[in-house]
């Protein structure tokens, strides 16, 4: 989509074809020579929820990093609402709430007291305000025990909770999260995501996960990552629709499994995933013809069993977050 037929007014564009609320345009980012993301587009409307999902150093957690305005992108341009972002951006960027995967708070500092800095630094409360907002999620979180341990001597767990509780705390218009829910038990999981169902219900979202789950249940479009590029986007319905030719196989011979057969099966540009191991062998195809054809030659040995069936959510998902 180009950034066309524009109107600017300060620093607003209003794009007649950008109706995303978050709109990425051919976003790179290098690093050491090295594409970490590399020409990525992506639109994102108002109050929506998007998945993140790659495999390990598919560029995730710097897309959402460059998204936060943590890190500068090299190239390509991001509108929030029509307004073009940059890293200083401040009024944008106290917008936007980020919450890392690791520990950013000041470990020689309390729960408490990292919490009224954070309060401190995205809204203009007065002493008791302030003090009002963090008790009450401190109370929600069932953070009282731990309000006013070091964060240093805190489980990873509770470490999890109290990083969790500022989205609550800040309410912000978008929140970017990476692996928000790792680590954490599957009460604490259903306790976090119905929270922002019912709290940020109007905050557009944004987090990675390597969660099936959460995945599945808790986003309205995914973007699947490889390489630092977007290979599939989309909700699970278009997914589903752009992969309805797809099926997986499994044969098991009688006897070990021909090293020409898997040959022929690794060697096919449109058999993938291949696993062979002792008298099975198993793969997708993106083409049933194709899968038959193979299938012909397979009967020239001696096959005790073969199933077939479609594609689903949770095979799109292994195959693009365990490469």
């Known amino acids: 989509m180009s950034i066309v037929n524009q109107a ?22 290098k690093i050491k020579n090295d594409f970490v993301v590399a020409d990525l587009d992506l639109g994102l409307e108002k109050s929506q929820t998007l998945a993140v999902v790659g495999a390990n150093n598919s560029g995730k957690s710097i897309l959402l990093k460059i ?31 980020y919450i890392p995967s ?22 203009k409360l007065t002493r008791v305000e302030a003090k009002n907002i963090i008790q009450n999620w ?13 964060i240093s001597n805190l489980r990873h ?4 909770m109290v990083s969790l509780s500022r989205a609550f705390i800040h309410q912000p218009d978008i929140l970017i999260m990476d692996k928000p829910t790792e680590g954490l038990d599957i009460e604490k999981r259903m306790f976090f995501w119905n929270k922002i169902q019912t709290v940020l219900k109007n905050s557009t979202i944004i987090f990675s996960s390597h969660d099936l789950v959460e995945v599945e249940n808790f986003s309205d479009r995914i973007s699947f990552l490889d390489n630092g590029k977007i ?8 997914l ?32 993938y995933h291949l696993k062979a191991e002792g008298r099975a062998v198993e793969f997708f195809s993106s083409d049933r013809r194709d899968a038959l054809s193979i299938l012909k ?27």
Not at 102 to 123: G, P, R
Not at 157 to 160: F, H, Y
Not at 231 to 238: E, K, P, Q, T, V
């Open 8 to 29: 600017k007014i300060g620093t607003r564009f209003i794009d007649r074809k950008m109706a995303a609320y978050i709109y990425l345009k051919s976003i790179g980012k």
């Open 297 to 323: 030659t397979a009967f020239n040995y001696e096959i005790i069993d073969y199933k077939e069936r479609s594609f689903s959510f949770q095979d799109i998902f292994l195959n693009q977050t365990k490469k």
């Open 231 to 238: 290979r599939l986007n989309g909700s699970i319905a278009d």
């Open 157 to 160: 767990e509770d470490l999890k």
């Open 240 to 271: 589903m629709s752009k992969t309805k030719s797809y099926n997986h196989h499994r044969i098991v011979f009688e006897d070990y499994a021909d090293k020409n057969l898997i040959d022929l099966l690794s060697n096919n540009s449109k058999c």
């Open 67 to 97: 998204l936060a305005g943590i890190i500068d992108r090299d190239f390509g341009k991001i509108f929030y609402d029509g307004v073009d972002f940059s890293k200083n951006n401040i009024k944008l960027r106290k917008k936007i709430c």
């Open 138 to 150: 401190i109370d929600i979180f069932d953070l009282n025990r731990i309000s006013s341990t070091k």
């Open 102 to 123: 690791n520990n950013d708070f000041i470990n020689c500092l309390s729960v408490y007291e990292n919490l009224l800095i954070y309060v401190n630094m995205v809204k």
